[in-house]
């Protein structure tokens, strides 16, 4: 009996602790994804705290891909049918991320839209800006955008033309 007793635990306590192990595993995936639902359904309702934070960590995911390489169709699409207008740059962070073709580095620019029907709505553009156009990011200053004719959140800086 007691050796039977001795193969069961011998297979029962790595089997529970490969569960526990997968459990947590799992957990760490499932947890942020259950957070970001929560934020979604905030901004949905019209939470703007919400909304902001959701616009900075798409600016974040979308700095991240482009710094491995990848390209944005959405920025393609906004450059070639967006609405020319102009945004007060309200602020300027360093992400820590670098393009890495070019080694620019990227910065999460914070801009308030001064649009026809409505001046003040913030955006936060997360953006390669080259160290030629550092100088001319101020606190206050001016620049050129282009916004998504389908949601005002979405904004692309024209860096070239400044």
Known sequence: MSEEIAVGLAIAIPALAMLYM???FAWRFVKPSLAVRRLE?????GDPEARARLARADGLREAARRA????DPDRKRILASGRAARA???????????????AVPMRIV???????????QRVTVCDAVSEIHLGRLLKGASVPVRVDPLSADRVVVLWDTL
């Open 41 to 45: 359904a905030r901004a949905a309702a």
């Open 22 to 24: 997968l459990g947590d």
């Open 110 to 120: 914070e801009v308030d839209l001064d649009l026809d029907e409505g001046s003040g």
């Open 68 to 71: 491995m390489g990848g390209e």
């Open 88 to 102: 007060t740059i309200a602020e300027v962070r360093p992400t820590g991320l670098k393009v890495s073709a070019s």
